[in-house]
């Protein structure tokens, strides 16, 4: 990650400014994309080499544009269900994904829109015929391998969950 010198005033105003990214690809997200609006929070849809989010510093607010989408991005999935189907059957694809930001040496949030997480998987409370411990056994590789940070969230807190881990990421990284 690259190094940012700016004083306290500084980073409050490019905070102010922050423009998170959405995916192109990104589906099914309007409840987001519903509290950005409520919220004032800039975002721009683009397409990202990987996960579904991350932000960006605009060159209206620092001189020039600062991209973190090398440090860090937040890949959604909407049930445990679209997580189990990455794991099982799209694991090639999903792996590629995960093994490109590792070697970036990007930081990269696993938001599983499930808030029953870890409890819901042990008690095999989602609908695909992946056993729970199979299924805990690739999330927890994924942990370990990818230094994936893996977070159940209810759906309607999703977008204060994007907005703030990047406000917090932005704020430690540039000053």
């Known amino acids: 990650m690259k190094s940012y010198r700016f004083s306290l005033d500084e980073v409050k105003h490019l905070l102010r400014h922050m423009t998170i990214l959405v995916d192109s690809r990104e589906k099914q997200n309007g409840h987001i994309l519903e509290y950005f609006q409520r919220q004032g929070i800039a975002y721009q849809k683009t397409k990202l080499d990987y996960g579904d989010y991350t ?64 409890s819901d998987i042990i008690s095999h409370r989602y609908n695909t015929q992946l056993k729970p411990s199979a299924y805990m056994a690739s999330l927890k590789t994924w942990e370990v391998r990818y230094g994936a940070n893996v977070q159940f969230i209810s759906p309607e807190y999703s977008g204060y969950y994007i907005a703030n881990t990047f406000q917090y990421f932005a704020r430690e990284a540039l000053k």
């Open 55 to 118: 932000l960006l510093i605009p060159a209206s607010a620092a001189g020039q544009d600062i991209y973190f989408h090398r440090d860090i991005v937040i890949e959604r999935k909407a049930s445990l269900e679209e997580l189990s189907g990455n794991l099982a059957q799209e694991r090639d694809r999903f792996e590629k994904e995960f093994l490109r930001a590792r070697n970036d040496g990007c930081k990269v949030y696993l938001m599983v829109e499930a808030p029953g997480g870890y």
